[in-house]
Nanobody, 117 residues
Framework: QVQLVESGGGLVEAGGSLRLSCAAS????????MGWYRQAPGKQRELVAR???????NYVDSVKGRFTVSRDNAKNTEYLQMDSLKPEDTAVYYC???????????WGQGTQVTVSS
């Protein structure tokens, strides 16, 4: 079992910044990657940013140049720095841990990010 605890969401004005944190604990042996997803009302959950254990990153086009994913391995914590936020970034953000073994994906509880115009 892997537990993921997210923090850092909130309300911010357009152009502002937030940093999300995701602390992982439990049986993280077999971790392949950690990522951030988001789901806005009426929309499907989408991948926002992802980092493999080897350090390779990928981002959805809409956040490139504005969001940065990073990890503190000593703390087993992944971060999502979100700058130049836009109202369309408003969503519930979820942390995910991708494992090499079943059940293959663990999810955090989600944290609300609201960007006002």
């Amino acid at each position: 079992q892997v537990q993921l605890v997210e923090s850092g969401g909130g309300l911010v004005e357009a152009g502002g910044s937030l940093r999300l944190s995701c602390a992982a604990s439990g049986s993280i042996f077999g971790l392949n990657a950690m990522g951030w997803y988001r789901q806005a009302p009426g929309k499907q959950r989408e991948l926002v940013a992802r980092m493999t254990t080897g350090g390779r990153t990928n981002y959805v086009d809409s956040v490139k140049g504005r969001f940065t994913v990073s990890r503190d391995n000593a703390k087993n914590t992944e971060y999502l720095q979100m700058d130049s936020l836009k109202p369309e970034d408003t969503a519930v953000y979820y942390c995910a841990a991708e494992m090499l073994v079943a059940p293959y994906v663990y999810w955090g509880q989600g944290t609300q990010v609201t960007v006002s115009s």
